[in-house]
């Protein structure tokens, strides 16, 4: 895992942006600025690191030094990210390539402060997703998960039928093998939030929706992957998805909405 190209992930970065839930960051900076009181450093491990996108929005918010742990299976990716990491003097970051899907989750998170993810756990199963937060847990670690899909597709007054078949096929797809075991999909927002909550965390949680237009870079490529997707469910419809796919790029004054949830999670005081 990363499986992702650093063109899409770069395209994406335009819309996670923007996207973030404001709240839930602020949540984050709170904890950090306590935390600075108790500890001199931060150890952050960040899983599905990719190109460092979330590494280089989170930096800026920190006012201690972080020891960055960038995890991920693709060694290009990874090269990006260490080459254009934002740190502090007193930062250090180092590149770990492992394959979340089989690595010993324990091990990767050993001595972390704080867990982070962005567009992950929507691709992870329900039996990774517990072995990661009882490693969490076994740490006194909390938990950022930023950006992760919970089905919502909308185009505003383009919201049309043929959009309501390719919103269920997603949805579906969404739900095969990822390399995990059969993905969350759009349920993972839920299966995080109550699996936090079982294991006696504090979550902070809220909406975390792109908005792109079609003429943002990455729109084309976002909209066909949706009748690619669809189209592995439902050949039949490739044609008319293919066709549903131009017209709704050509709309004028689109607005697409794609939903998504953060979380930031911390161990319930005793």
């Not at 960038?70 to 990491?85: K, V």
């Not at 072995?131 to 899909?149: C, P, S």
């Not at 439902?234 to 008319?240: F, G, I, M, W, Y």
């Amino acid at each position: 895992m990363s499986g992702f190209s650093d063109t899409w992930l770069s395209a994406r970065a335009a819309w996670d942006g923007p996207a973030r839930n404001r709240t839930v960051q602020g949540a984050l900076v709170d904890w950090t600025r306590k935390r600075a009181l108790d500890g001199p450093r931060l150890r952050i491990v960040d899983l599905g690191a990719g190109n460092g996108n979330n590494q280089r929005h989170l930096a800026p918010l920190f006012m201690q030094p972080v020891d960055w742990v960038l995890i991920d299976s693709d060694r290009d990716l990874l090269t990006i990210a260490g080459r254009t990491a934002l740190l502090k003097d007193d930062d250090t970051l180092i590149t770990d390539v492992s394959d979340l899907a089989s690595a010993d989750l324990a091990k990767l998170i050993a001595g972390a402060d704080l867990v982070t993810a962005s567009a992950l756990f929507d691709l992870v199963a329900q039996g990774w997703l517990d072995r990661l937060l009882n490693a969490l847990v076994d740490e006194g670690a909390a938990l950022l998960a930023v950006l992760t899909y919970d089905g919502r597709i909308e185009a505003g007054a383009g919201d049309d039928g043929v959009l309501a078949v390719v919103r269920d096929l997603v949805n579906k797809h969404q739900r095969t093998d990822k390399g995990f075991g059969p993905a969350l999909g759009p349920g993972a927002p839920e299966a995080l939030s109550a699996g936090l909550e079982a294991r006696a965390y504090d979550v902070r949680e809220g909406q975390s929706d792109w908005i792109v237009s079609a003429e943002d870079p990455g729109a084309s490529a976002l909209v066909g992957g949706w009748a690619e997707a669809a189209s592995e469910l439902a050949p039949e419809r490739t044609d008319q998805l293919a066709a549903w796919a131009e017209d709704l790029l050509a709309r004028p004054a689109l607005s697409i909405r794609v939903g998504h949830c953060d979380h930031f999670a911390t161990p319930r005081a005793s």
